[in-house]
């Protein structure tokens, strides 16, 4: 979650970034995680935005009423899975996975500019939703009537962690590959070939053979890491988020960890 007012950030963190103080680089943002990087001198934690006209350095909201519509507030901070967001979700079962629980998105409601009344009304037959969002594309107050998706039927994936997807490679033999990484990402954290994982713009790597909770990826120029041994062949497993298009390409690498190798990008849809 980052936004200033009612306008949302750009999240430009990674490896040799850089922000300034011009409009170009106007509501977006910088996360410092190796010492130097968004302006000289950085240190590992620093966060830098860039917005024009701030009331309030720091998230400000004036509890149960509505925000004013000329604060402009810098707010960032971790998002939990369904803050923000019109959430259905099932009562015929206990469900301790997500199963029966999806987002429905905010439709079309803004950070910080929600009414403090903000719900939604079903139809009776439950297809339609009736709800009111302010600001609808800038400039108006509306009210919305939604077309409800078929509810899903609940199913064994579970939501709440994630979902391992074993990449099998097998090596030529006598070209010197000892180990093998898989580098991933999202399409919507950037080009779907520069495999963010996050919004952070560096590249994600796996390099484990199953999903290690405590350091489920890396990234690739920020952190060090080994990849899976795999001189005969191995599993690289990539821990991925469910409902997602992961698009991903292995690397094989020599003893002193050079690329000996890499695939063609891949895509796979996860459950």
């Given at each position: ?25 106007s ?61 259905q ?12 629980f ?11 500019q ?8 079903v139809?009776p ?40 997807v074993?990449?099998v490679?097998?090596?030529?033999p ?24 996050t ?32 001189a ?25 960890g ?14």
């Amino acid at each position: 979650m980052a936004y200033v007012g009612r306008f949302a950030l750009v999240d430009v963190s990674g490896p040799g970034s850089v922000i300034g103080s011009r409009t170009q680089d106007s509501y977006k943002y910088c996360y410092v995680s190796v010492a130097g990087e968004c302006q000289p001198g950085s240190s590992i934690g620093n966060l830098y935005v860039n917005a024009p006209y701030v009331s309030y350095p720091s998230c400000n909201y004036p509890g149960v009423a509505q925000q004013a519509d000329d604060t402009n507030a810098i707010c960032i901070g971790p998002l939990g899975a369904y803050t923000g967001n019109i959430v259905q979700y099932g009562i015929i079962q206990h469900d301790l996975s997500g199963a029966g629980f999806r987002r429905l998105g905010p439709n079309y409601a803004k950070w910080n500019q929600e009414d403090v009344f903000w719900s939604v009304a079903v139809t009776p037959n439950g297809e339609l939703m009736e709800s009111w969002v302010r600001w609808l594309d800038g400039v108006a107050h509306e009210d919305l009537i939604t077309v409800f998706p078929p509810y899903p039927s609940q199913d064994g994936v579970a939501r709440n962690t994630f979902i391992p997807v074993p990449v099998v490679v097998d090596p030529p033999p006598g070209n010197g590959v000892q180990s093998a990484i898989v580098e991933f990402g999202y399409a919507e954290n950037g080009n779907p070939g520069s495999y963010y994982c996050t919004s952070r713009q560096e590249t994600c790597v796996a390099a484990s053979g199953s999903v290690n909770i405590a350091a489920p990826f890396y990234f690739q120029q920020s952190e060090s890491y080994s990849g899976v041994p795999c001189a005969t062949g191995c599993t690289v497993t990539i821990p991925a988020f469910s409902q997602r298009a992961v698009y991903y390409r292995w690397q094989y690498l020599g003893a002193s960890g050079q690329v000996v190798e890499s695939s063609n990008v891949h895509v796979v849809l996860t459950p």
